[in-house]
C-alpha cells in the first residue's frame, strides 16, 4: 500500500476519534514511525505530506536524517537513549519522547549549548517489568528534580499501552496519562508546561485519540514494516 493510502484511511479514523470525544482533528500530530522501513519508504512518507518523522534508536535516527535532506521535517526520537550516546544525538532531534532518569537528564543538558530540547517524560503506568518509564508515584519527585536543567523543556507525558486485545485496559491507561498530564500542566512550571500527551501506536491509536493524545506514534499501519517478508 502506499503511504498516501494508510494516511486518508488513518486521517479519517482519527477525524472520527475527534468528532466522538469532541477535539479538533488539528490537534493531533501524527509521527510517522519509520524504524522498520527503508529511508526510500520514509522519503515516501514525507511526500505524502507527513512532516513528523520518528526513529527508536540513534543509528535510525541519523540515517534516515542523512539521507531526508528536507526541512520541513520535524525529528523524534521515541526510544531509549543510552547515556553515551546521547553526545551523538544532541543537535539531530527536535523532540525527545523517553526521558525516564535523572542520569539522562543530566547528560542530556550538559550536552546541550544552546537552546532547549523538547522532552516528554516516559511514564510506565501498566506496571509491566518489561516496560520502560517512571511510575506514578515517581512522577512529581521526577519532576521536581528536573527544575535544574535549563536546556530541558518537559512538553508532555508519554506512554506505550501493553499489547492486549483488552480495549478497556488499554483506555484505563491512557486515561490515566491524562490525569498525570493534568496535573503537572496545572503546577504552571516554566520549564515543564507539559500540555501534550504522546501515546498511541498502529493498534491502539483511535483509543488513544478518544482520550486526548495530542501527538501518536504509528509505525506498521502507515509505513508499513519491511522486515516481514
Ligand atoms: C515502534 C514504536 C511505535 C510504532 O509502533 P507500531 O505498532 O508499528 O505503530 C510507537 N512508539 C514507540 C515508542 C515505538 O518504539
Avoid at 493531533?28 to 522498520?36: M, P, W
Avoid at 516496560?131 to 518537559?154: M, N, T, W, Y
Avoid at 504522546?198 to 519491511?226: K, N, P, W
Wanted: contains cysteine.
Amino acid at each position: 500500500m502506499r503511504v498516501a493510502e494508510n494516511l486518508s484511511h488513518i486521517r479519517s479514523v482519527i477525524e472520527n476519534a475527534c468528532e466522538r470525544s469532541g477535539r479538533s482533528p488539528s490537534d493531533v500530530t501524527l509521527i510517522a514511525v519509520t524504524k522498520y522501513v527503508s529511508n526510500e519508504r520514509a522519503q515516501e512518507a514525507v511526500e505524502s505530506g507527513i512532516f513528523h518523522l520518528a526513529e527508536n534508536r540513534k543509528e535510525g535516527l541519523l540515517e534516515k536524517r542523512a539521507f531526508i535532506k528536507d526541512k520541513r521535517v520535524t525529528w523524534h526520537l521515541i526510544g531509549t537513549l543510552q547515556t553515551r550516546k546521547v553526545k551523538d544525538v544532541v543537535g539531530k532531534m527536535d523532540y525527545f519522547h523517553a526521558l525516564d532518569r535523572l542520569k539522562l537528564a543530566n547528560e542530556l543538558n550538559k550536552r546541550i549549548k544552546k537552546g532547549t530540547l523538547n522532552c516528554f517524560v516516559e511514564m510506565n503506568i501498566s506496571g509491566e517489568e518489561s516496560k520502560h518509564g517512571i511510575s506514578e508515584d515517581q512522577l512529581v519527585p521526577f519532576i521536581d528534580a528536573l527544575a535544574e536543567f535549563e536546556h530541558l523543556r518537559i512538553v508532555g507525558l508519554m506512554t506505550m499501552a501493553p499489547n492486549t486485545e483488552d480495549r478497556d485496559l488499554i483506555r484505563s491507561i491512557f486515561r490515566r496519562l491524562r490525569v498525570l498530564r493534568d496535573k503537572i500542566r496545572d503546577l504552571h512550571l516554566d520549564y515543564a508546561p507539559c500540555t501534550e500527551l504522546s501515546m498511541g501506536m498502529s493498534h491502539d491509536y483511535e483509543l488513544a485519540v478518544e482520550e486526548g493524545a495530542t501527538y501518536i506514534r504509528i509505525g506498521t499501519s502507515l509505513v508499513g514494516d519491511e522486515r516481514k517478508g
